[in-house]
C-alpha cells in the first residue's frame, strides 16, 4: 500500500514569501504529526492532529506557522514569511491511532525547503 | 520533554563487523522506535519496541523499560547499513516523538 507522500519534494523560496507544504498520510490513519530537521536542531517535533484536531500548537515554531488537516487526511502546514531559518526539511508522519501499538509512525519523504 | 541520549555519535565499522548502538531516554515513554535515515533522506522503521527483544534479519533490539534504554545490533554489517540511525520516544503526556542526535554509522567494504 501507499506511504506517507508530502509535496513540493524541494522547495526554493525568496525570504519574505509564503510557502506552503503538503502531507497525505497513509489510508485509514487517524494521527497526523509534523516535524523538521535542521542541521543546528536536528529533528523537532512541530505540531499533532488527531483527527482534524490539533489539541496543541505550542511546539510551532512562530506565529508565521500555521497547520491544518481536512476531512481527516490531508495536512498542509503554511509558513509565512519565511526567513532564513526555516530552511529544513519538514517531515509529515502518521500513526493508526494516538493508543498502544498504533502509536506506530511513518514518516513521509519530507520537504526540503529552502529560504534564499 | 523526555531527553533522549544516543551513543556513540559516530561508528566506522569494516563489513562483517557486529555493532551495539544504545539509546537511554529520561522518562517513562509509551513508544519507543529506531529508524534508519537512508542518504537519501527517507526515515525507515526498523522497530517498535517499547518493551522487549524483536529480531528482524541481522538488526535485533532490545528495550529495558524499567531502566530507560534500548540497544540496537547490527550483526554481520554491510555496506548498505551506512547511514544514521535514531532512536525516539513517545509519550502520550504530549504526543510527540522525540529523537535522540542519532548515530552515523558507516560500513566500509
Known amino acids: 500500500g501507499a506511504g506517507v507522500s508530502q509535496s513540493p519534494s524541494n522547495k526554493v523560496t525568496e525570504k519574505g514569501k509564503d510557502v506552503e507544504l503538503r502531507c497525505d498520510p497513509i489510508?485509514?490513519?487517524?494521527?497526523l504529526y509534523w516535524y523538521r530537521q535542521s542541521l543546528g536542531q536536528g529533528l523537532e517535533f512541530l505540531i499533532y492532529?488527531?483527527?482534524?484536531?490539533?489539541?496543541?500548537k505550542s511546539g510551532l515554531p512562530s506565529d508565521r506557522f500555521s497547520a491544518e488537516r481536512t476531512g481527516g487526511s490531508v495536512s498542509t502546514l503554511t509558513i509565512q514569511r519565511t526567513q532564513q531559518e526555516d530552511s529544513a526539511v519538514y517531515l509529515c508522519?502518521?500513526?493508526?491511532?494516538?493508543?498502544?501499538?498504533?502509536?506506530?509512525?511513518?514518516f513521509g519523504p519530507g520537504t526540503r525547503l529552502t529560504v534564499t | 520533554g523526555i531527553q533522549v541520549e544516543q551513543s556513540p555519535p559516530d561508528l566506522i565499522l569494516q563489513e562483517g563487523a557486529n555493532s551495539t548502538l544504545r539509546c537511554n531516554f529520561s522518562?517513562?515513554?509509551?513508544?519507543l522506535q529506531w529508524f534508519h535515515q537512508n542518504p537519501w533522506g527517507q526515515l525507515i522503521n526498523l522497530f517498535y519496541?517499547?518493551?522487549g527483544t524483536k529480531q528482524n534479519g541481522r538488526l535485533s533490539a532490545t528495550t529495558v523499560a524499567t531502566e530507560r534504554y534500548s540497544l540496537l545490533y547490527i550483526s554481520s554489517s554491510q555496506t548498505t547499513d551506512s547511514g544514521v540511525y535514531f532512536c525516539a520516544v513517545f509519550s502520550s503526556n504530549d504526543y510527540k516523538l522525540s529523537f535522540g542526535a542519532g548515530t552515523t554509522v558507516t560500513v566500509r567494504a
Open positions: 519496541i517499547p518493551s
Open positions: 508522519a502518521s500513526s493508526l491511532a494516538l493508543g498502544g501499538p498504533t502509536y506506530e509512525q511513518y
Open positions: 489510508s485509514g490513519h487517524t494521527a
Open positions: 522518562d517513562s515513554v509509551n513508544n
Open positions: 492532529f488527531q483527527g482534524n484536531s490539533a489539541p496543541d
